[in-house]
């Protein structure tokens, strides 16, 4: 089993969505979908390998979709899984992972 553990900037990403659906939606759908993404992360631990491999923007980076409109990007190491950022409705994955 792997540990998965939220990067800072994935756990920004996280918190910026909740708000940003609490005040299209409502605090508790807000709540229910970040809560939905975490758990989709989490469950990694038991196949890190899931996704696509995404070397052509970094190496060692792996992506996966939930409902439709969250790709996120991860990598793998010996016993943890990092979720590296969590990107919503279109955000540039790519440009994250420049220089």
């Not at 792996?62 to 991860?74: C, K, N, P, Y």
Request: glycine letters at 8%; one cysteine or more; hydrophobic letters at 45%.
């Amino acid at each position: 089993m792997h540990r998965v553990i939220f990067a800072p900037d994935a756990e920004a990403q996280l918190v910026a969505l909740y708000f940003q659906l609490a005040a299209a939606a409502s605090p508790e759908i807000a709540d229910r979908y970040t809560e939905a993404i975490v758990e989709q992360c989490e469950k990694l631990n038991t196949f890190p390998l899931r996704g696509t491999l995404r070397d052509d923007i970094r190496q060692g980076l792996r992506t996966f979709g939930f409902r439709r409109r969250v790709t996120i990007a991860f990598e793998v190491s010996v016993g943890t899984v990092t979720i590296l950022g969590v990107f919503y409705g279109g955000q540039d994955l790519a440009a994250t992972f420049e220089g």
